[in-house]
């Protein structure tokens, strides 16, 4: 006795088949201009992927650094082979190695120097932590606009295909169905746009948290580099 509600693996593997085919007819019936928004969608997904990778804490701004630095470097600068292992260690890290190697190569630094050689640091950091956002927000911002011309395409062809010449056969549902597949361009722009706009925001937001975080670090660190760099009377 067989239960009713139990799907065969041949009939699973036959529905997942049908679904692949209709997949793969829709990306056909909307022509050339959804192969753009396709190679959109896969960068789109490495770029996010990407960033999400590189934009953890752990390899940005790890909470204890600053801390860990500033007990390290209680009584005397560090040696350079330590100041190699936190530059190596995360973008924060870098940021500190930068000021500390600035004091370490001119003793008496000033204040003015010291913080001069933190924003050139800082500011490479943040060019670091922007790499691949503005091709992430271009995606969101282009996607739609491709959608779109994907579709003004197909509904070009569809009213050209029946024109005057052929208006007396011209059959409503046919015309109904080329126009839905013609939509099929902008449904699929927003797909990949909305995705996108989304990581880009959220990434933008994190990056904004990550460069607050450096600044203040930085502000500690001048203040404690500037006792170790001055002798004392």
Known sequence: MRCSGLVSPQAAQASRLTRESDL??????????????????????????????????????????????????????P???????????????????????????????????????????????????????SALGTIASAAPLLGLLGTVIGMIEIFGASGPQASAGTNPADLAHGISVALYNTAFGLIVAIPSLIAYRHFRARIEGYTLALEQSADRMVPHILRLSTPRR
Do not use: Y
């Open 79 to 133: 040696p350079a082979d330590t100041l190699t292992k936190l530059a190596e260690n995360s973008i924060l890290g870098l940021v500190l190695a930068q000021g500390l190697r600035a004091a370490a190569a001119e003793q008496r630094i000033t204040e003015a120097n010291l913080r001069g050689a933190f924003e050139s640091a800082g500011r490479d950091a943040v060019h670091r932590l922007e790499r691949n956002l």
């Open 24 to 77: 793969l007819s829709i990306l056909q019936a909307a022509g050339w201009p959804i192969v753009p928004l396709v190679l959109c969608s896969i960068v789109a997904l490495a770029l996010v992927i990407e960033r999400f990778l590189s934009l953890r804490e752990s390899r940005v701004a790890p909470p204890r650094l600053v801390d860990e630095v500033m007990s390290v470097t209680r009584t005397a600068l």
